[in-house]
């Protein structure tokens, strides 16, 4: 496929919101109308292209796009429940709609999608460029957990929220002598509690990838009180589990949601540490809204104009990576082959426990 043979694609953002979505929406509408391509915006994840759904597919237009860099969430929407293959009906029943899907698309004359998401979405974008619509992917997600990308756009602002919020909490844990825990998301991978931990100056990290034993954790809140301090902070995967738990680790994909991990650590925290008082507070959906910070304005841009310059290059089954400092070509097979977890034994850790940060695993 040649540049001139491409007359119009689509664009889709998918899964759970994040901050640069929209600077992602905006490079792909500003290059691609600036090489005469004209650009669909498919509303609420796929939705606007399956049967009796309230969203749309409509058209995009520079001068609508343009005032979009700093502006949070997504202009078009966004689903983690519309996967086409198997569509949840109100009534419970599961349908496969990608037929309906394709038909839509080709009476649109789409001819390239480019699907914004993570790995769930990517999955999808894959399925449907295996039934012969082309697509390309652009890697979000706050998790940072997207495999064959050094980082997804949406992490960088996640971890700056969640680090203000820790700053925060350090100054009234230093003013009433407790001990503060901060949950954030990360149901998998513990990448943003990890940043934030060691940006933050935490003291203890609790993570999905390494269960913990509270026995060890009050230990080293021992040591760190028993040197003069009289508050802690520590920072909670929502994922994260103690050994004893019987869940099974890390939840599989698509599982009910826990929730409630900091509180869980807190409780067993306290029975072993009595007399100290302990907080908890959980950040939630915070991490996702809001300004995207300068540098994933950044990337987010830079995904968007790479994914458009693929499409002209007729490239399809493929997703835009951040290889700093390029943004390069890799396949979506190798994106979705596996969740990009934190290694236990991976550099940055060592960096952490140097200084002193337990993960309450030794």
Same mark, same amino acid.
């Given at each position: 496929?040649?540049?001139?043979?491409?007359?119009?694609?689509?664009?889709?953002?998918?899964?759970?919101?994040?901050?640069?979505?929209?600077?992602?929406?905006?490079?792909?509408?500003?290059?691609?109308?600036?090489?005469?391509?004209?650009?669909?915006?498919?509303?609420?994840?796929?939705?606007?292209?399956?049967?009796?759904?309230?969203?749309?597919?409509?058209?995009?237009?520079?001068?609508?796009?343009?005032?979009?860099?700093?502006?949070?969430?997504?202009?078009?929407?966004?689903?983690?429940?519309?996967?086409?293959?198997?569509?949840?009906?109100?009534?419970?029943?599961?349908?496969?709609?990608?037929?309906?899907? #394709?038909? !839509?698309?080709?009476?649109? =004359?789409?001819?390239?999608?480019?699907? *914004?998401?993570?790995? +769930?979405? %990517? $999955?999808?974008?894959?399925?449907?460029?295996?039934?012969?619509?082309?697509?390309?992917?652009?890697?979000?997600?706050?998790?940072?957990?997207?495999?064959?990308?050094?980082?997804?756009?949406?992490?960088?602002?996640?971890?700056?929220?969640?680090?203000?919020?820790?700053?925060?909490?350090?100054?009234?844990?230093?003013?009433?002598?407790?001990?503060?825990?901060?949950?954030?998301?990360?149901?998998?991978?513990?990448?943003?509690?990890?940043?934030?931990?060691?940006?933050?100056?935490?003291?203890?990290?609790?993570?999905?990838?390494?269960?913990?034993?509270?026995?060890?954790?009050?230990?080293? #809140?021992? !040591?760190?009180?028993?040197? =003069?301090?009289?508050?802690?902070?520590? *920072?909670?995967?929502? +994922?994260? %589990? $103690?050994?004893?738990?019987?869940?099974?680790?890390?939840?599989?994909?698509?599982?009910?949601?826990?929730?409630?991990?900091?509180?869980?650590?807190?409780?067993?925290?306290?029975?072993?540490?009595?007399?100290?008082?302990?907080?908890?507070?959980?950040?939630?959906?915070?991490?996702?809204?809001?300004?995207?910070?300068?540098?994933?304005?950044?990337?987010?841009?830079?995904?968007?104009?790479?994914?458009?310059?693929?499409?002209?290059?007729?490239?399809?089954?493929?997703?835009?990576?951040?290889?700093?400092?390029?943004?390069?070509?890799?396949?979506?097979?190798?994106?979705?082959?596996?969740?990009?977890?934190?290694?236990?034994?991976?550099?940055?850790?060592?960096?952490?426990?140097?200084?002193?940060?337990?993960?309450?695993?030794?």
């Amino acid at each position: 496929m040649t540049m001139r043979q491409i007359r119009r694609l689509a664009i889709n953002t998918g899964g759970g919101d994040c901050s640069g979505l929209n600077a992602v929406i905006r490079a792909v509408v500003l290059h691609a109308c600036a090489r005469g391509i004209e650009v669909l915006g498919v509303e609420d994840g796929l939705d606007g292209l399956l049967p009796n759904k309230p969203a749309v597919v409509r058209k995009l237009t520079p001068e609508e796009v343009r005032p979009l860099l700093a502006q949070g969430g997504t202009i078009l929407g966004t689903s983690n429940r519309g996967d086409p293959f198997a569509y949840h009906g109100a009534d419970g029943s599961v349908q496969d709609l990608s037929g309906a899907l #394709l038909v !839509r698309a080709r009476e649109l =004359g789409i001819e390239l999608l480019i699907t *914004v998401g993570g790995d +769930g979405s %990517q $999955a999808i974008g894959l399925k449907l460029q295996e039934l012969g619509l082309p697509v390309i992917g652009v890697p979000k997600t706050i998790d940072n957990d997207l495999d064959a990308t050094v980082e997804t756009f949406g992490f960088g602002t996640a971890v700056q929220v969640a680090t203000d919020a820790l700053d925060r909490l350090r100054t009234t844990a230093e003013s009433h002598d407790r001990i503060m825990l901060l949950e954030v998301m990360g149901r998998d991978a513990g990448w943003i509690a990890l940043h934030t931990g060691m940006a933050g100056g935490a003291d203890v990290i609790l993570l999905p990838e390494l269960a913990y034993e509270p026995a060890v954790v009050v230990r080293d #809140l021992r !040591r760190i009180l028993g040197g =003069g301090r009289r508050f802690a902070l520590i *920072v909670v995967a929502e +994922g994260a %589990q $103690a050994r004893s738990e019987t869940d099974g680790g890390p939840r599989a994909r698509g599982a009910k949601i826990h929730g409630g991990a900091a509180q869980r650590a807190a409780d067993r925290i306290a029975a072993l540490l009595p007399g100290v008082e302990l907080r908890v507070t959980v950040l939630g959906h915070v991490q996702r809204g809001g300004t995207p910070t300068a540098y994933d304005r950044l990337l987010a841009t830079r995904l968007g104009v790479e994914a458009v310059e693929a499409a002209l290059r007729g490239e399809s089954g493929v997703l835009v990576s951040s290889q700093p400092p390029d943004i390069r070509i890799v396949s979506l097979a190798s994106a979705v082959a596996r969740v990009r977890r934190v290694e236990p034994e991976a550099q940055i850790v060592g960096h952490a426990r140097a200084l002193g940060i337990s993960f309450g695993d030794r």
